[in-house]
């Protein structure tokens, strides 16, 4: 089973309305997004999706998804700037093993990746962490239980 963790891509400082939550990705997230996608195309990654409705999450997944067959796919409102026990308490609710992609913020999902992992992280726009669990299911998910299966950010320059 793999939890893969994504953060957004770099978005700009303000939004057209002034709230946070409407901030768009700029140039360089867009980049950033692009050269994902050929990532995850390369992994062949396919998983059902879960994904901040912020703004600059929607766009993240809109970028990367032009790539990839991802399955079901989940816009929540609860993701938007949650803490990591939100985020484990919702992984706890789902069902099965099957792998899950995480679209989110930090510092909730660097959080979470710490927590599940025993190990210090730290994701930055467009952060990538694969965790995997050998023999757990999601609700039995805790501290320390995770490995780190793969890592990537992707180095743009403008």
């Not at 998983?47 to 901040?52: F, I, L, R, Y």
């Not at 796919?73 to 985020?87: A, F, I, K, N, Q």
Request: charged share 30%.
């Amino acid at each position: 089973m793999k939890l893969h963790l994504l953060r957004h891509g770099k978005t700009h400082q303000h939004s057209d309305t002034g709230r946070d939550y409407d901030r768009k990705l700029n140039e360089k997230g867009i980049l950033q997004c692009e050269v994902l996608a050929e990532y995850f195309d390369q992994k062949q990654l396919s998983c059902e999706t879960w994904c901040s409705s912020a703004k600059r999450t929607r766009q993240t997944f809109s970028h990367i998804s032009k790539k990839l067959q991802l399955e079901k796919v989940v816009m929540r409102d609860d993701l938007y700037l949650c803490s990591r026990e939100t985020l484990i308490e919702a992984l706890w609710e789902r069902s099965g093993d099957d792998d899950l992609l995480i679209i989110g913020h930090n510092f909730g999902i660097s959080d979470l990746a710490t927590y599940l992992t025993d190990e210090r992280i730290e994701l930055r726009t467009a952060g990538y962490i694969c965790i995997e669990f050998t023999d757990f299911r999601w609700e039995e998910l805790s501290r320390g239980l995770g490995v780190i299966a793969d890592q990537y950010r992707p180095k743009v320059h403008l």
